[in-house]
T-cell receptor, first 111, second 116 residues
Framework: QKEVEQNSGPLSVPEGAIASLNCTYSDRGSQSFFWYRQYSGKSPELIMSIYSNGDKEDGRFTAQLNKASQYVSLLIRDSQPSDSATYLCAVNMRGAQKLVFGQGTRLTINP | GAVVSQHPSWVICKSGTSVKIECRSLDFQATTMFWYRQFPKQSLMLMATSNEGSKATYEQGVEKDKFLINHASLTLSTLTVTSAHPEDSSFYIC????????????FGSGTRLTVV
């Protein structure tokens, strides 16, 4: 089982709709969770971080964490073509400094 | 805040030569930095973790004699790819932990290395 798993997609969503990205992780003791957006040829940029169970909202983005199910998700409301990118889920595992990344989900927003 | 500057953004070198990539934290002290490699259409693969003033910790399968990491100050870490070969061509990205409220990981802009 991979430490962090994402559906690699591609995920295609019409403009204005909600895009839902999912991620599961293997280490139950993981503490910190991050969503990054990466455009082709660029480095990742932080979208959201979440540390406790529940929802965290920032503008059009909502991160959801369920530690019991070892599941973290990212919702993008009112999707825009500029949201088209690869979204990386990253987890800071118990007792470690490093981030472990999922394989990324390629999201395409269709005008 | 929490900006990491990475240079060069791209480099082309001949097989057998060495290439140095620099990563600087501009507005914070980076005790811990990370170096990643990313191949096309793949995710980031952690190569090593470097802590200021100590030897880097390399991930399994990463040759420490080929990928030399130096983290001599709280604002600078370098990755040197020694005796580069075409298979070392990749996108190299550094990252650092920043502290305080809303702590997290910030990334450099990446270096595209092409070995010919």
């Amino acid at each position: 089982q991979k430490e962090v798993e994402q559906n690699s997609g591609p995920l295609s969503v019409p403009e204005g709709a909600i895009a839902s990205l999912n991620c599961t992780y293997s280490d139950r003791g993981s503490q910190s969770f991050f969503w990054y957006r990466q455009y082709s040829g660029k480095s990742p940029e932080l979208i959201m971080s979440i540390y406790s169970n529940g929802d965290k909202e920032d503008g059009r983005f909502t991160a959801q964490l369920n530690k019991a199910s070892q599941y973290v998700s990212l919702l993008i409301r009112d999707s825009q073509p500029s949201d088209s990118a690869t979204y990386l889920c990253a987890v800071n595992m118990r007792g470690a400094q490093k981030l472990v990344f999922g394989q990324g989900t390629r999201l395409t927003i269709n005008p | 805040g929490a900006v990491v500057s990475q240079h060069p953004s791209w480099v082309i070198c001949k097989s057998g030569t060495s290439v140095k990539i620099e990563c600087r934290s501009l507005d914070f002290q980076a005790t811990t930095m990370f170096w990643y490699r990313q191949f096309p259409k793949q995710s980031l693969m952690l190569m090593a973790t470097s802590n200021e003033g100590s030897k880097a910790t390399y991930e399994q399968g990463v040759e420490k004699d080929k990928f030399l990491i130096n983290h001599a100050s709280l604002t600078l870490s370098t990755l040197t790819v020694t005796s580069a070969h075409p298979e070392d061509s990749s996108f190299y990205i550094c990252s650092a932990i920043f502290g305080g409220q809303g702590w997290g990981y910030t990334f450099g802009s990446g270096t595209r290395l092409t070995v010919v």
